[in-house]
């Protein structure tokens, strides 16, 4: 068989493109190589953000919190309708406020207006008697005047002495506790009733005039 001869034009230009393909190809595995591995900077910043995770006492990762320092702003809208919900419940709170204010001011009215009620027995003039002695400074006690209305005249308003040297005198003794016309116009105690036989106004006189010559109708013991 004949033996051709490539042209020399001919084998340089079929070298020269193989040894284009093998650089491209090098040059295409050298870029790659490059481009896979991270550079120095991306490395360390790599590095250093694992060495600066905290870690917790059980040796886990502790939790990151995340702080903001940014002021909390209301929306606009939201505080429109509070304002207005708080303008519209001013005047209801007034009108309670105001309407308890009343109600406080009736109730002490009502109570102040209202006197003090007495049994009409002889409890109840001994302890109404005890009030006004107490408001006037006349010692005594419930004891003291029971025991002595009891002795002189068995707890009668009405019991009239008529034996004695008062009455001898045209002045009887009267009353729950006997007293004489002039006594009871000496220590008359005022609020109380001009009748000398009146429960409660015989008591006190009595009780004043006692308080008087005694020191207490609770040192009386007899007739005084």
Known sequence: MPSFTLPRTARITTTHKVATAVL???GAT????VTAQPSTAQATASHASVAVKPV????MPA?????SDAPKVAHPAI???AAQVKAQDAP???HTAKQAANRSTERKAVHKAEPKRYANNLDGWIRQSLDIMKAKGIPGTYEGLHRNIMRESSGNPNAVNDWDINAINGIPSKGLLQVIQPTFDRF???GTADNLTDPVANI????NYAADRYGSIDNVNSAY
């Open 24 to 26: 491209v190809a090098a």
């Open 30 to 33: 050298t870029a790659l190589a």
């Open 56 to 59: 917790s006492a059980n040796g």
């Open 63 to 67: 939790p990151v919190q995340v702080k």
């Open 79 to 81: 505080e429109a309708v």
């Open 92 to 94: 209801k709170k007034a």
């Open 188 to 190: 008359h105690v005022a």
């Open 204 to 207: 006190t006189a009595a009780a």
